[in-house]
Nanobody
Framework: QVQLVESGGGLVQPGGSLRLSCAVSGRISGANALGWYRQAPGKQRALVAQ???????NYADSVKGRFTISRDNAKNTVTLQMNSLKPEDTAVYYC???????????WGQGTQVTVSS
């Protein structure tokens, strides 16, 4: 059974930085993508950044140049370095795994990120 556990959320002032980490336990099957989504109050969950098993990455336009996603396939971890944080980045951030071969998707429990002075 695949499980995802996030860590690293918290409260930070505008302009500050946070680093989110996600550890994946269990066996990842085939080509896949590890990524981060976020959901703010009253809004739908949306993709923030994604890194595929073939090392491609993509980012939401709103975070390009500020956030960096990286994954360690040997350790089954994915991290999101968030710099120059803005109040509009406030949300619950979820780690996500998509397995392309069988179409299964897994989610972490979420971690709160609050950007406020």
């Amino acid at each position: 059974q695949v499980q995802l556990v996030e860590s690293g959320g918290g409260l930070v002032q505008p302009g500050g930085s946070l680093r989110l980490s996600c550890a994946v336990s269990g066996r990842i099957s085939g080509a896949n993508a590890l990524g981060w989504y976020r959901q703010a109050p009253g809004k739908q969950r949306a993709l923030v950044a994604q890194a595929t098993s073939t090392t491609n990455t993509n980012y939401a336009d709103s975070v390009k140049g500020r956030f960096t996603i990286s994954r360690d396939n040997a350790k089954n971890t994915v991290t999101l370095q968030m710099n120059s944080l803005k109040p509009e980045d406030t949300a619950v951030y979820y780690c996500n795994l998509m397995q392309y071969r069988d179409g299964l998707t897994y989610w972490g429990q979420g971690t709160q990120v609050t950007v406020s002075s």
